[in-house]
C-alpha cells in the first residue's frame, strides 16, 4: 500500500538519501517502496539535540536512516543508560523504544522518541516550577488526602 504525503509549500522531507523540497503549492504525493522517509516537522538536527531525549531521538533517527542500524547501538545504549540513570521514571518509554529497535521497528521508535521528548520536558517544567509532580509521601496518609489521620471541617 502506497504512503501518501501532503506537503505544504516550501516544506521539506527526506526520502531515503535525498532532501525533497516541495515548490510554491500544496503538493501530495503517493510513494511506494520501503526507503524511510520523514518529513521536516519529525527530523531533528545535531544542533537542535540540546538534551538527553534529544540525543536519544537523534540517534534512532541515525540509525532509521542507516543502511546497517547496529553501528549506532553503543552510542544510543550509552545515553540509554545516562537518561535512566538520571530520570529512573523515563524506563517505561525507554523499554518502549528499545522493544522497536530490536524488532527493527525504527519508525516506530522515532514515534516513542517523541513521546520521550515530551515526557522530559514535563519533567523539566515540574523541576523549574518547584513542583516534583509526584506526592510526598510525608504529609499523606493512605486515602492520600494529606490530612494525616486529621479531621478536616
Known sequence: MALKVELKPGERMI??????????????????????????????????????????????????????????????????????????????????INENILSGEIYRALKSGKQLIAYEEELLNHAFSGSTGIRDSESEDADGTGTRGKRVA
Open 15 to 96: 526520502l531515503g538519501k535525498s532532501v525533497i523540497t516541495n515548490g510554491d503549492q500544496r503538493t501530495r504525493l503517493k510513494i511506494d517502496g520501503d526507503s524511510p522517509i520523514l518529513r521536516e516537522k519529525d527530523i531533528l538536527t545535531a544542533e537542535m539535540a540540546d538534551t538527553p531525549s534529544k540525543r536519544i531521538y537523534l540517534t534512532v533517527q541515525l540509525m532509521y536512516f542507516a543502511d546497517d542500524p547496529s553501528i549506532y547501538h553503543d552510542m544510543y545504549f550509552a545515553l540509554v543508560r545516562d537518561i535512566i540513570k538520571a530520570a529512573p521514571s523515563t524506563l517505561p518509554i525507554i523499554n518502549e
